[in-house]
Each structure stands twice: as C-alpha cells, then as structure tokens.
Nanobody, 115 residues
Framework: QVQLVESGGGLAQAGGSLRLSCAASGFIFSLYHMHWYRQAPGKQREWVATITLGDNTRYLDSVKGRFTISRDNAKNTVVLQMNSLKLEDTAVYSC?????????WGRGTQVTVSS
C-alpha cells in the first residue's frame, strides 16, 4: 500500500523559509517521479514542482529561484525547501508519487504565510 506523509508545514512570515518533507513507503521510491502540489482557499489545486526518477527538476514559474525540490532515495523522502515566502504561497501542500498516468497522494500539510 502506497503511503505518503507530509510534515514541516506551519506559520512563516513573508520573506521567511519553511522546509516540507514527504516520507514515502509501500513502493520502490527510486522508480517514481515525485511532485509537490498546493491548493489555496477558493482555488484549484496547482502543480508546484517535480523531481523525476532521474533527478531532473521542474518548477512552477512563480516559485522558480525560491523553492527547491530534492529527493533522498536512501531515506525514501522528498523535500521542498521554500525560501523568500510570499503571502500567495499560503496553501495546503501535498506530496504525490507517479509512475505513468497513475498518481498517489498524501493528505497535505498547511503552510500559512503572514505579513
């Protein structure tokens, strides 16, 4: 059974930083692409970042230069380091794993950025 558990969310001030972690189990982690998504109140869920099984990375334009996605295959974890946070980064952030068209999701962790 695939399980993804996010941690590290909380409160941060604009300009500050947070580090989100996602602990994975129940599958061969190194053979999956990993992703972060977010959903703000009243908005649709949007893709934020991807790290492929080959360690290639891609980012939403609005977070480029501020967020960094990384993975540690030995620990079955994926991390989203968020710097220079903005008010509009406030959302529930969810980790996802994919292989082909199928996605598995974590429950998410709340990130709130204040002024």
């Amino acid at each position: 059974q695939v399980q993804l558990v996010e941690s590290g969310g909380g409160l941060a001030q604009a300009g500050g930083s947070l580090r989100l972690s996602c602990a994975a189990s129940g599958f061969i982690f190194s053979l999956y692409h990993m992703h972060w998504y977010r959903q703000a109140p009243g908005k649709q869920r949007e893709w934020v970042a991807t790290i492929t099984l080959g360690d290639n990375t891609r980012y939403l334009d609005s977070v480029k230069g501020r967020f960094t996605i990384s993975r540690d295959n030995a620990k079955n974890t994926v991390v989203l380091q968020m710097n220079s946070l903005k008010l509009e980064d406030t959302a529930v952030y969810s980790c996802a794993a994919s292989r082909g068209p199928a996605y598995s999701w974590g429950r998410g962790t709340q990130v709130t950025v204040s002024s």
